[in-house]
């Protein structure tokens, strides 16, 4: 038995289980929150976001994240040269965790999300509880991905003016912080009761 | 309607599945034991072995630790003489003065602000159950807390401490200040105080207010 069935619903903030009426939307009368029966326009909502998020992952990685002016010439790093500049000074495991939450998991999280958007749409009736299990995995991963954001931010903050060297933040930080933060939206809005609702 | 902290358990509830949307009857939990949707293996219902206690006194400690992360020197990076120290608030505001100011608010919440928020209206709406003190915006507090919670990122922020150790080791001297030991000590006891802080619990405990409750 599913709550829908039962015309019900648990509040996506308090849990509390509740009678929705037909218009599927009401207020919580323990935490006073809007309560829905699907979240609203939950596929366009998250195509919307996914699609954008995706429109910035291509500047994200073309653009430099920061630029290190040192003795007069400029050097820029992007999320891939980072990643190089790990390896090639053999600092394997670190290449790694880069390369995973900077380049692995935005681009997984983003298929993920086409998935789970494209079997919701095409009503699949298959591994409910497999998709389910990505949905989550997908909404806990992604904040990793904002590690390359903070270390410009340490390296901008550390290495300042009048010092022989300067770093800059480029242009490719902020198009890579928007595809994480909208990638995150977007898992939000996903509402995965609706991979069970066929 | 009051409840002297006697009853440990939780009380039995219909709940239906986050995630998948499976009915199904909870049964009151003992301290220490969880409950697993039927359906689909999501963790519906915990509740932690520490009480009310022990969450209000990790928070209470979270937030002792938060204030020491950001009172003093974070790193120190010292090339050939000159010395450039930066605080935790100082990652916000290099970027801002580089001229990137959404990252830098970006960053902010992420770091300071999202935790800070979250610390706080934690021990806000523990602190009001706790001792029966019905305080204002108690609910609102409490619902911001779900919200909160993704946003603060000082788990991965430790990571981008890691590696920007890495990449400025060639380059200078780095010095880690006080306020890192602070941090790291924040994030393993922020991570304790979440784990032993269930919202469903606090929810059944507020209960629904008044008879009359109007939409909006």
């Known amino acids: 038995m599913r709550a829908r069935d039962a015309g019900m619903t648990g509040c996506h903030t308090c849990g509390l289980l509740q009678r929705v009426p037909a218009s599927g939307h009401a207020h919580c009368p323990r935490c006073l929150s809007p309560v829905h029966m699907r979240t609203p326009n939950s596929i366009n909502m998250t195509w919307a976001l996914l699609i954008s998020a995706m429109a910035m992952y291509l500047p994200a990685n073309i653009f430099p994240v920061m630029a290190v002016t040192s003795l007069g010439n400029t050097q820029s790093d992007t999320i891939m040269s980072g990643v190089i500049y790990f390896l090639t000074h053999g600092d394997w495991p670190l290449a790694l965790i880069i390369f995973v939450a900077s380049v692995l998991v935005p681009l997984l999280k983003m298929l993920a999300l086409t998935y789970l958007l494209l079997s919701v749409q095409r009503k699949s009736p298959v591994r409910k509880r497999q998709r389910t299990k990505l949905y989550r ?7 990793w991905s904002m590690v390359d954001i903070f270390v410009v931010a340490l390296m901008v903050a550390l290495v300042q003016v009048g010092n022989l060297a300067t770093i800059e933040p480029g242009i490719g930080a902020i198009a890579f912080a928007s595809v994480v933060i909208l990638t995150m939206i977007a898992a939000m809005r996903f509402d995965s009761r609706l991979i069970w609702d066929q | ?46 509740n932690p072995k520490g009480g009310l206690d022990r969450p209000l006194a990790l928070y209470t400690a979270a937030l002792i630790l938060l204030v020491l992360a950001n009172a003093f020197p974070f790193l120190t990076l010292d ?20 001229g990137m100011g959404e990252l830098a608010v970006v960053v902010l919440i992420t770091s300071i602000l999202g935790p800070a928020l979250l610390i706080i209206s934690c021990l806000y709406v523990l602190l009001s159950v706790r001792f029966n003190k019905p305080l204002p915006a108690v609910r609102p507090a409490l619902s911001w807390v779900s919200y ?43 991570a304790a105080a979440t784990a032993n802080f269930e919202p469903h619990i606090l929810w059944q405990r507020l209960g629904i207010p008044g008879k009359t409750h109007h939409a909006g």
């Open chain 1, 137 to 143: 995995v997908t909404e806990l991963v992604g904040r």
């Open chain 2, 1 to 46: 309607m009051k409840h002297p902290q006697q009853n440990d358990n939780t009380a039995s509830e219909l709940m239906a599945c986050h995630e998948c949307d499976a009915l199904q009857r909870i049964p009151a939990l003992p301290p220490g034991r969880v409950a697993r949707c039927r359906s689909c293996g999501h963790v519906l219902l915990r």
């Open chain 2, 79 to 98: 090339i050939s003489g000159r010395e450039e120290i930066t605080t935790l608030f100082g990652a916000s505001v290099g970027l801002y003065r580089a």
């Open chain 2, 148 to 190: 909160l919670e993704p946003w603060g990122m000082l788990d991965v922020f430790m990571l981008g401490v890691l590696v920007s150790f890495v990449k400025l080791a060639g380059m200078a001297t780095i010095h880690i200040g006080p306020s890192l030991y602070a941090f790291v000590a924040l994030i393993l006891v922020g």
